[in-house]
């Protein structure tokens, strides 16, 4: 039998497939803002009242976004779950052919046994867990909403008693879990979470705006612990991990594992939100949301990165952005990695 190429191997590894030249729709539809959590840091703080989407407007939107060859479609909201016809919606995306059916959610809702069996029943395809610590002290304390992170866990254990083979977690940065990052990441590896994202908070818009001081560290204080927490997932096996929204000359030794390295050249993602839509949510961001500066010029990352946030460089400069001017062979070979591969969905 023929061995496989080391780079076809690692690729494999990563749970990546061969690029195959053509970007993957990926339809991300907001159902509303509503939520029963109320995250410090949520983008979404400040939209609350705005009204919920109807059924038959969401079952119009699948239909669309199935005419239009969507591959992926990520239902989020504020939180999903909680609405009576989630059920219904995943369902109808299913039985309309959409390949991948995924939602972002806070778990809560898992926490019952039969609302879990209904909706892995209706066909969702991947769950992405929010989970900001590795306790009910670091995670309520952001979520706000007591008792959040037992109904979360209670949650993992009836999917995993399901047999549930999609489970994937996303962690919001921030300065109160930065340094318990790595416990969560044991948390995570302990579960068997094989895709996790470690997020850098987004200042722009909402919780994380309005509280800037309290929640958003500075770049340099929590990129040793995301990495760190990057680590902990290879030693356990977890090739997949990410960091998203970074400045990749804080990430050299990972090039391989930034979200936002190579989703630009495998996804077409669309925002279909209550009160905006966004043709290209991907290419907009590094154009509008995130910059890089003067101290950039010459890096050899330039082309690759997105820099930092608006409001970030607007409170705290950039002063730490260090121009990379020289990258290790290995480091190369990571970046070569990232930017061929091609994750299923995100
Ligand atoms: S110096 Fe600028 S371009 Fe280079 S990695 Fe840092 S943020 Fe990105």
């Known amino acids: 039998m023929k061995k496989a190429r080391p780079a076809a191997r690692a690729a494999r590894d990563h749970g990546e497939i061969a690029v195959k030249g053509r970007k993957?729709?990926?339809?991300?539809?907001?159902?509303?803002?509503?939520?029963?959590?109320?995250?410090?840091?949520?983008?979404?703080?400040?939209?609350?009242?705005?009204?919920?989407?109807?059924t038959a407007e969401l079952l119009r939107e699948i239909m669309r976004a199935r005419n239009r060859?969507?591959?992926?479609?990520?239902?989020?909201?504020?939180?999903?779950?909680?609405?009576?016809?989630?059920?219904?919606?995943?369902?109808?995306?299913?039985?309309?052919?959409?390949?991948?059916?995924?939602?972002?959610?806070?778990?809560?809702?898992?926490?019952?046994?039969?609302?879990?069996?209904?909706?892995?029943?209706?066909?969702?395809?991947?769950?992405?867990?929010?989970?900001?610590?590795?306790?009910?002290?670091?995670?309520?304390?952001?979520?706000?909403?007591?008792?959040?992170?037992?109904?979360?866990?209670?949650g993992l254990a009836n999917l995993e008693a399901l047999g549930f083979r999609g489970m994937n977690g996303n962690t919001t940065v921030v300065k109160q879990n930065m340094a318990v990052l790595p416990r969560l990441a044991r948390f995570y590896a302990r579960h068997g979470v094989e895709n996790v994202e470690f997020i850098f908070v987004d200042p722009n818009y909402g919780g994380a705006k309005n509280a800037f001081g309290e929640l958003v560290p500075r770049i340099s204080d929590a990129a040793p612990y995301m990495r760190e927490a990057l680590a902990v997932g290879r030693r356990a096996g977890m090739f997949r991990w990410k960091a998203r929204y970074v400045p990749l000359c804080h990430f050299t030794d990972c090039l391989d594992q930034i979200s936002e390295v190579n989703e630009r050249n495998l996804f077409q993602t669309e925002h279909w939100a209550?009160?905006?839509?966004?043709?290209?949510?991907?290419?907009?961001?590094?154009?509008?949301?995130?910059?890089?500066?003067?101290?950039?010029?010459?890096?050899?990352?330039?082309?690759?990165?997105?820099?930092?946030w608006v409001e970030y460089l607007k409170r705290y400069g950039d002063s730490e952005l260090k121009p990379v001017k020289k990258l290790g062979a290995g480091d190369s070979a990571r970046l070569r990695l990232a930017k061929r591969g091609r994750r299923r969905w995100r």
């Open 274 to 308: 209550p009160d905006f839509t966004n043709s290209d949510a991907v290419a907009s961001r590094a154009v509008v949301s995130r910059k890089k500066t003067a101290r950039c010029r010459g890096c050899l990352l330039y082309d690759d990165c997105e820099g930092l």
């Open 24 to 54: 993957r729709l990926k339809i991300v539809l907001f159902t509303g803002y509503a939520c029963n959590n109320n995250c410090l840091f949520c983008i979404d703080a400040d939209k609350r009242g705005l009204p919920q989407k109807s």
């Open 69 to 154: 060859g969507a591959e992926v479609l990520e239902i989020i909201g504020g939180e999903a779950t909680i609405r009576p016809d989630f059920v219904r919606v995943v369902a109808a995306a299913k039985r309309l052919g959409v390949k991948d059916v995924v939602c972002a959610t806070n778990g809560r809702v898992f926490a019952d046994p039969a609302a879990a069996k209904r909706i892995i029943r209706a066909g969702v395809d991947a769950l992405i867990f929010s989970v900001h610590g590795p306790d009910a002290r670091v995670h309520d304390g952001l979520t706000r909403a007591p008792g959040s992170f037992a109904q979360l866990r209670r």
